[in-house]
């Protein structure tokens, strides 16, 4: 930045070497105090016609890639809709998932991706400093829409951690009606967590926890790629295990798909019943046909559908007092609460050795009493954020509960259209053609 | 079914305007320039964190020179050891634990202090002792050219300094430099004094 | 026919088979792999190689032994070959990755191409379809089971860990308020050390222990009248902000470092952002953790602005409107003064402001309402002036107006009155100052004829002294328990707090009717509003220097850095060393006009033009 030219005054070599001089004494004598800003050695005038180097500021990715991004995206999304509404080809549709999974995947590694991008929405929500991209935004919404529109194509063939899992998922086999139960639960809690950590600035848990970037990068911690592994090998057995018991954006995805407009069918035409398509899902996202009558008697099952419902706000209630209780272990992880938590520690246990964060606390000067009030202002807000993560936990099981008390007649094999990833796969198993001529021919 | 029909496509309909509505909200306040993750040197305390906790070994946080601020001394906070006897660049004076500072004479007293960054891990042990004795002129920063820009930083989570933020991808430094003027006039000031 | 498909069955048999070997030996090798990549993480990862404990105590051996020069070999040996260890093993892990991916990736393009030759005609499954009522039931019952495990678990948390870290802190913040403010006190004397500005807020040396028990007494006071509380920041956390008009107290002192000393607002050099502010006012910016606040009016608008710092994007930007008692019609103001002089201030919970229609309304970070009043129409005739400043969690208005003037301090959380004093002067246009002498905090006023000290906690007034007439616009100043008051046509005074407060200088050379005086422990600087500067010893008022700007001034000087930060009325920032030698350390144009004074934040400026708000910084 500046040019020696640039001074007022030359100043002469004694007098600089006596600068220097009187600065190493009162180095070596320690009684400097670290004052910032403050230049202690004067820049040297160089004699021998020494050239300065630049420092070196290499740029960012440009901000035009993400744009790019961005139209790939709604490219990918558009295609892939195609192919699987109008070109019914399972095959077409995992080549373009390889194609998702290089370019999402292993050449963008992963950030930013539309799971992540919920944190990125609720802190823009929760937080007026945080200003989201918009290429963020777009992240966000484009798949939804896409959903509401075609059902979950963004699962089949744009998302490079479906597109990973589906490569390996070699012997699907089918979980059962328990796992399901148990397992179905876990996205739910997950977004309640990952929107209650983003809300209050804690951490983007989603981020943190995820499986596969470490592959994309080629880089992360042991226990990521542990976990990384355990997922794909378990993914031979259980097709898509991060999309259908992990992932939180699938819950999104999951509720809008249920209203979408036009969804991936299995038949092209009217459904035969030849149950030939009936093991093709290894998602058991397969709706079978309900033809055999309820063996309770309908007054019973109404008795107990209305009791569920009106368990419902019980169930709420219940999910948002037990989850308000363990709000300050939930608070741990927010860092403000972890540096009060440490620094309580060492203050109750002298003996302990001190951690980097209390050290470094105490040298920054700052009052304790900031931190502890900062800290209570935390506790405070996930005490009411429990309470909505608990309510909404609780709603969900009431509603699930209730859901699952009714069943529509139907004689057809239809896709569900809230678990369906529309992958194309069972479209293959049906023997009937596209249109009922080419069956008279 | 006509009455179901028309549910779906209401319910349809809201959801739309709901992604749509919540889309705007966020929108309104959102910037069209991309955010990237920077330290700030006049908060760091150099914790030794940026080189253990970045996703990526080594880190992408890795030690600057800016050469501006540089006194080019001889005996150099950042280079050695605090209690180094010899001033020579053999292993057991430097500071560095990989060996990326580099230390080469350019005439009497001064010597030119750059960093080999493949071998930096950003550990930021010369950072401390360049601007506990020096001028700090050694300086942590992420450079972009590594960082893959992660959705939220995990040095960041984890820095007791509160050292790290989101900057606008067009000012993706933040370099502490000299200050002109106030040199300038230190260096006034100090000849005005030694003429008394 | 037949042959030809018969021949493409075997050509597909062996074709599987050689991908079935294939996938097997690349899975076989990536297993082997995974092991040792895994044994070589843990082995670097016990052995540390560049932390090694050794080769640091050979080190520490050869300080004490440095002429064993075997020894010195021996280092420079173990530390090359550490450091070889390091890197090997990080270029082993690396190889070893992509190895293991391109054999993971073999293996799973052999089965792919083997799934893809050996495709089977779906087949009928076996055995009847399951019955869709018992799945739904089985579902159902596991989903509630779920249900009730997370009930469980949550409540074993509960029982297994402690849940009591709020109980914990709010017990430690109410014995903490105690000593609060010693040990912020403490803290920013360490942080600032040979800053001057910092003893003038503590009152100079000592004044820990005494503000201690003074806040003390404070809170209790407050305690008493104000019935819903929820906290106020710590001296520590109002000297790391800007939260009113000139600085913490409205001291005219800036505790933050690196303030930029160059900039050009045409060039945009060292401007970082630029944001025009959609309303004029002639309040200057207030900043708190990262947002500034600022206000503006017109005749028939009135609105809040709270912009980033870091991009200079108006966060948010509020109507305030449809207060209850505001009148219809908005008094008659000067062109000088517009509807919206008044600062704004905050406690960093809300954020406050005043109209000259004498609308106040509070809102809190994110923008919303969190009270409103109308304190009725001020008679007053430039308009309303006199910025907002806050005392722990009171709202200290300035209410001096033709016929009854008063002085009242409202409840930031909920805008109730908590004391008001009246007060007999005439109308004033300077702003209240809160000061810390080290024996107490005092809240003081400059309005015709006299200075007047109140106890900010309950309003009592604790000394006046009758120095100064006319229409009082500039505040006070105060720096090492001395009170320095001025105003045009009136005369300066520089008065020492005390039982009773003593006179100790007076000179009426150098007037100013709107540009607040500052004082430093060392010097007073003075500049008028025509654009004469001067600086004057503090304890005798001996004048070291007087000096011509030839520009009128309307903003108040600023202490930042050791450097007094003056901006003039075409916009130009004289930035000149506080010290009794003229020193002018940059003068540096923001291309604009401008009657505001400047706020600061680390390492940034704040300007409020006289349309655009400005941030100065690298």
Not at chain 1, 327 to 352: F, G, I, P, Y
Request: contains cysteine.
């Amino acid at each position: 930045m500046s040019k020696p030219g640039k001074y007022p005054v030359r100043i002469p070599r004694k007098t600089l070497n006596r600068c220097f001089f009187m600065l190493l004494v009162l180095i070596l004598t320690l009684q400097f105090q670290e004052v910032l800003g403050v230049q202690r050695f004067p820049r040297p005038e160089f004699e021998s016609g020494y050239v300065q180097p630049e420092t070196l500021q290499p740029s960012a990715r440009s901000g035009v890639l993400a744009i790019v991004d961005v139209l790939i995206l709604i490219i990918s999304l558009a295609v892939v809709s195609w192919l699987v509404i109008k070109r019914r080809s399972r095959l077409l549709v995992f080549w373009f998932s390889l194609f998702s999974l290089v370019y999402f995947g292993f050449y963008r590694q992963g950030c930013i991706c539309s799971i992540g991008a919920i944190q990125n929405v609720t802190l823009g929500i929760f937080d007026s400093t945080y200003i989201v991209p918009i290429t963020v935004i777009a992240f966000f919404i484009l798949p939804l829409v896409f959903t509401l529109f075609f059902g979950r194509t963004f699962c089949a063939g744009v998302c490079p951690f479906g597109a990973m899992q589906d490569l390996v998922s070699f012997k699907p086999q089918k979980l059962g009606a328990r796992m399901n139960a148990i397992l179905g639960l876990i996205p739910y809690i997950y977004l309640g967590l990952a929107v209650l950590y983003a809300a209050t600035r804690s951490d983007f848990i989603i981020c943190r926890y995820d499986p596969f970037v470490g592959i994309f990068r080629f880089d992360a911690s042991f226990g990521m790629f542990l976990f990384a592994g355990a997922l794909l090998i378990s993914g031979i057995f259980i097709a898509r295990p991060y999309c259908r018991f992990i992932c939180p954006y699938g819950v999104l995805l999951n509720w809008v798909s249920r209203f979408s407009w036009k969804h991936l069918t299995i038949t092209p035409s009217n459904c035969i019943q030849c149950r030939l398509c009936e093991d093709s899902c290894p998602y058991d996202a397969i709706d079978m046909p309900v033809t055999v009558k309820n063996p309770e008697t309908k007054s019973a099952t109404t008795r107990k559908f209305i009791l569920i419902c009106l368990l419902v706000p019980f169930f709420t209630l219940l999910g948002g007092f037990t989850t308000s209780r363990i709000h300050e272990t939930l608070a741990k992880v927010n860092r403000k609460v972890a540096l009060t938590n440490m620094l309580l520690e060492t203050s109750n246990n002298k003996d302990q050795p001190e951690s980097i964060d209390v050290t470094t606390f105490k040298s920054s000067g700052k009052p304790i009493s900031q931190v502890y009030s900062e800290a209570s202002l935390v506790l405070k807000q996930f005490y009411t954020g429990s309470w909505i993560l608990g309510c909404f936990l609780g709603l969900v099981i009431g509603i699930t509960l209730a859901y699952r008390m009714v069943m529509i007649y139907r004689t057809d094999y239809i896709p569900n259209k809230g678990t369906c990833f529309s992958c194309t796969r069972c479209v293959d198993y049906c023997p009937v053609e596209r249109n009922n001529e080419g069956l008279t021919k | 079914m006509n009455r179901r029909r028309f549910l779906t496509t209401g319910i349809r309909a809201s959801i739309l305007a709901g992604i749509g509505g919540a889309g705007a909200m966020v929108a309104s306040k959102a910037g069209a320039e991309q955010l990237v993750w920077q330290l700030d040197p006049a908060k760091c305390l150099q914790c030794g964190r940026c080189a253990t906790d970045c996703v990526l070994t080594p880190s992408a946080v890795k030690c600057v020179h800016v050469y501006a601020m540089c006194g080019y001394c001889d005996l150099c906070g950042g280079y050695f050891k605090p209690d180094t006897k010899t001033l020579t660049t053999a292993a057991e004076n430097q500071l560095c634990p990989t060996s990326a500072l580099k230390r080469k004479f350019v005439e009497d007293p001064f010597f030119e202090y750059t960093i080999d960054e493949p071998l930096c891990i950003g550990c930021g042990k010369c950072v401390k002792g360049c601007s506990s004795f020096g001028n700090g002129s050694l300086q942590l920063q992420v450079r972009h050219d590594r960082c893959v820009n992660c959705n939220q930083c995990s040095i960041a989570r984890n820095c007791p300094a509160d050292a790290f933020s989101r900057v606008p991808l067009s000012k993706p430094y933040l370099l502490k430099q000299v200050n002109e003027e106030s040199q300038a006039a230190e260096l006034t000031g100090k000849k005005g004094s030694s003429d008394e | 026919m037949m042959k030809t498909n018969d021949n493409r069955n075997v050509e597909t048999h062996r074709g599987a088979s050689l991908a079935q070997w294939i996938a097997v030996i690349a899975a076989i090798f990536a297993m082997v792999l995974s092991i040792l990549i895994i044994v070589n993480y843990i082995q670097v990862k016990r052995a540390d190689p560049l932390n090694s404990v050794a080769l640091r105590a050979m080190i520490e051996r050869l300080h004490s032994n440095p002429g064993d020069d075997a020894l010195r070999q021996d280092i420079r040996t173990l530390d090359l070959l550490a450091r070889k260890a390091y890197f090997t093993s990080q270029w082993q892990i690396r190889m070893g990755g992509y190895l293991l991916f391109f054999s993971v990736l073999v293996v799973v393009i052999c089965l792919k191409s083997m799934e893809l030759m050996q495709k089977t005609i779906p087949g009928m499954p076996a055995g009847g379809r399951p019955d869709p009522w018992h799945l739904r039931q089985t579902n159902r019952m596991w989903v509630a089971y779920t249900g009730i495990a997370i009930v469980i678990i949550s409540m074993l948390v509960v029982f297994l860990t402690h849940q009591e870290l709020g109980k914990t802190l709010d017990a430690r913040l109410n014995e903490g308020n105690i000593s609060n403010v010693s040990n912020a006190g403490n803290a920013n004397n360490a942080g600032n050390e040979g800053n001057e500005g910092v003893e003038a807020m503590n009152g100079g040396g000592g004044g820990g222990a005494n503000g201690a028990d003074s806040a003390g007494i404070n809170d209790k006071l407050v305690g008493g009248n104000t019935l819903s509380m929820d906290g106020y920041p710590t001296d520590g956390e109002i000297a790391g902000n800007f939260p009113s008009f000139r600085g913490p107290g409205g001291n005219g002192i800036a505790f933050q470092k690196n303030i930029p000393t160059s900039w050009d607002g045409k060039s945009g050099k060292n401007i970082r952002w630029k944001t025009e502010i959609p309303l004029p006012g002639f309040n200057s910016p207030i900043i708190w953790n990262g947002r500034v606040f600022l206000s503006g009016a017109s005749e028939t608008k009135r609105e809040v602005y709270c912009i980033d710092i870091n991009t200079g994007k108006i966060l948010w930007s509020k109507a305030v409107e449809k207060i209850t008692g505001s009148p219809t019609q908005v008094p008659k103001t000067i062109k000088e003064t517009g509807y919206s002089a008044s600062g704004m201030t905050t406690d960093g919970r809300r954020v406050y402001a005043i109209f000259a229609n004498g609308d106040l309304i509070a809102f809190d970070f994110d923008g919303n309402k969190v009270w409103d009043k109308n304190l009725g129409t001020p008679l007053n005739h430039y308009g309303h002036s006199s910025s907002l400043v806050m005392f722990h969690d009171l709202l200290i208005v300035q209410y001096d107006q033709r016929g009854s003037g008063s002085v009242m301090a409202l409840a930031g959380k909920t805008g109730e009155v908590v004391w008001q004093t009246s007060r007999s002067v005439k109308i004033s246009w300077a702003s209240p100052v809160i000061v810390n002498t080290g024996k107490r905090t005092e809240l003081i006023l400059a309005a015709d004829p006299m200075v007047v000290s109140y106890n900010p906690a309950n309003g009592k007034e604790l000394w006046k002294m009758n120095c100064i007439s006319g229409e009082v616009g500039p505040s006070v100043a105060y720096a090492d328990g001395v009170v320095y008051a001025v105003n045009d046509f009136s005369k300066l005074s520089a008065i020492e707090i005390g039982d009773p407060p003593k006179l100790l200088w007076e000179d009426s050379d150098y007037l100013s009717d709107i540009p607040s005086p500052l004082a430093t422990g060392k010097y007073l600087f003075l500049v008028t509003s025509f654009g004469a500067g001067v600086c004057y010893d503090a304890k005798t008022g001996t004048k070291y220097w007087e000096h011509e700007f030839e520009t009128p001034v309307y903003a108040s000087p600023v202490l930042a850095g050791g450097k007094i930060y003056m901006l003039d009325k075409k916009g130009l920032m004289h930035i000149l060393q506080a010290d009794k030698t003229y020193t002018v350390v940059s003068e540096s144009p923001l291309g604009e006009g401008s009657s505001c004074t400047p706020a600061f934040s680390e390492g940034t400026i704040i300007i409020r033009g006289d349309k655009n708000l400005y941030c100065i910084g690298k």
